[in-house]
């Protein structure tokens, strides 16, 4: 993307409006289209590298599928994933899921990859928190918004 079509996404991305409508819209267009194109494409990955999250429910113990942007690491083998929820004052559920059972598997690139997520904490918290303002500098918008810390989640490659 140009340029200035990225600032014009993350000026948008950072609004109220955005925060409202974005959570009903986008995760249920990315399951469709991700579904229709048997994994070859992710709406959102156009904006932001993106995966989908195949998780276990904390509660139901059902399977739980999640379009998710992400930030991947340069090793090739992990992945970051922030539980932004938008800027919504709750943690998303996908969070929950990954503390309760934190196997799981992400569809990257039209792959299945096995992976355990680990909730960072402390200086590697800070360390990637940093890192994940360089590469979308509305979470900063988002952490303003809410009073909880924005979970942050390191995927391995199993």
């Given at each position: ?55 276990t ?45 934190p ?48 979970r ?7």
């Open positions: 993307m140009a340029g200035i079509g990225v600032r014009f996404v993350q000026k948008v991305s950072a609004t109220r409006a955005f925060a409202r409508v974005a959570p009903h819209v986008i995760p249920a267009l990315d399951r469709a289209v991700h579904r229709l194109t048997r994994g070859k494409v992710l709406l959102s990955a156009q904006m932001l590298p993106g995966v989908i999250l195949a998780s429910g904390a509660r139901s113990g059902l399977a739980r599928r999640t379009p998710l942007a992400c930030m991947p690491e340069e090793d090739g083998r992990s992945w970051i994933l922030v539980g932004s929820n938008f800027g919504r004052t709750g943690h998303p559920a996908w969070t929950h899921n990954l503390l309760a059972r196997d799981a598997s992400i569809n990257w690139k039209g792959r299945d990859i096995p992976v355990t997520a680990r909730l960072l904490a402390g200086e590697e918290r800070a360390a990637a928190w940093k890192a994940l303002l360089a590469f979308w500098p509305p979470y900063a918008t988002y952490q303003a918004r809410v009073e909880r810390e924005i942050v989640f390191r995927l391995l490659r199993k």
